[in-house]
C-alpha cells in the first residue's frame, strides 16, 4: 500500500511537471519547434527557424533556384560526360485519368468534335485537337518548381506573411490567373549528371514500406553496392532516389496510402554538402510519408524548395534504369515554360 502511494505520488509529480512544461512542436506553437531537423539558426523567426532570404548561393530577386546551376557550362559539360552508350531512358510516367493523383487533383482529357476539324480541301484534310483539364504542374510524373511550396510565418490569413522561396510573399506573386513570380517559365532548363541510388537494391526488397526513411547509411551502402564507393558529388548534380514504391503505381490506393522517401538527415546532406540541382524519385514526393516526427508535414520540401531553392522530380519510372544497372546519366528535362504556373508535366530522360 506504501509502495502504491509513493508511486501515485510519482505519477502525479511527473503529470504536474509535463503540464507546465516546454509546449509541443504544432502549427499553434512553432516557435516550440527549435532544435528540431528542419529547423536552422538559433533565432525562431520563422517555423524554418531563421529566415531564409535572400537566398546565399542566388541572391536577393532569384526566381530560378538550383536550376541557375545550368547556365554554368562546367556542369552541362560534366552531365553530357555521363554518355557511354547512347541509349535513352524515358523516366516519367504515361498520364492517364486513373493514375495516383494527390487529393482531390484530376486528369481529364477530351477530343472536341471527334474529330475536332475538317474534311477542307481537295485532298480533305482533318485533325483533332485535345483539350486537357487538369493542376497541369502538379499531376502524374510531376516537376515542383518554387511558386508551389511555402511557409506560413504569420496569424491568420495575412498573405504578406506566406513566404516562399527568396522570402517572396503570397501577396507579391499569387493571383486568380496564375504567378506573378517563381512561376515556371523563370526557370532553367536542365541538363544534369543524375545519380541513381538503388535504396530497395540495397535493402534487399522489391519496394520499401510507407513511412520508412532513407538514412546516410544507406546511401552509402547503395553507392558501394552500385560500385561507387567513394564517388565525389558535385554541385549542380540532379540525385535520384529508387525505393520500389512504383511498383504500386496500378493501384491508387495504395500508391497515395504514404510512402517511404527520404529524411531530413539526407536532405541537409543534399542541400548542404552536395549543393545539389534537381531531386527525384519514385513517390509522390520523395519524402518519407509519413515522417516519423508528427510536428514535420513535408518538412523535407519545406527545407530543399522554400529554404534552400531545390527544384524537385516526383513520380518518376526508375525500374528500366534499376534492371539495366544504370546509375549514372545525364538527365535531361525543361520544365513547360507556362507563365505563373506552379510546376510542370512532362516526361524526363535519363541517357546513358
Known sequence: MKSFGIAALALAGTLAFAGTGKAECTAENWQD????????GDKMETPLGAKWWPNPLWGAGDEAGSTNWYTKPEVIMRAMAQVKTGKAFKIGHPYTADMPLFGARKFTL?????????????NQVMWNDEFLATEIGQVG??????GHIGVNIGKGGNKSEMRWYNGITAEEMITPYGLVKLGTEKLHPIIARGIM??????????????GEVITMEDVRAALKKQGMEGFEFAEGDAIIFRTGW??????????????PGIGMEVARWIAEDVKAGVTGGDTWPVDAVP???PGCVFCVHTFLQTRHGIVNQEN????ELSAAGVYQFAYVYSPAPITGATGSMGAPIAIH
Not at 33 to 40: H, I, M, Y
Not at 141 to 146: I, K, V
Not at 316 to 319: A, R, V
Open 291 to 293: 515522417n516519423p516526427d
Open 316 to 319: 518518376l519510372k526508375l525500374s
Open 141 to 146: 510524373t510531376q516537376f515542383d518548381g518554387l
Open 246 to 259: 512504383e511498383k504500386h503505381w496500378d493501384n491508387p490506393a495504395v500508391y497515395n496510402d504514404g510512402c
Open 33 to 40: 519547434c527549435a532544435g528540431k531537423p528542419w529547423v536552422d
Open 197 to 210: 541510388l538503388d535504396i530497395a537494391a540495397v535493402r534487399g526488397v522489391d519496394s520499401m514500406q510507407k
Open 110 to 122: 477530351r477530343i472536341p468534335g471527334a474529330p475536332t476539324g475538317g474534311a477542307f480541301g481537295g
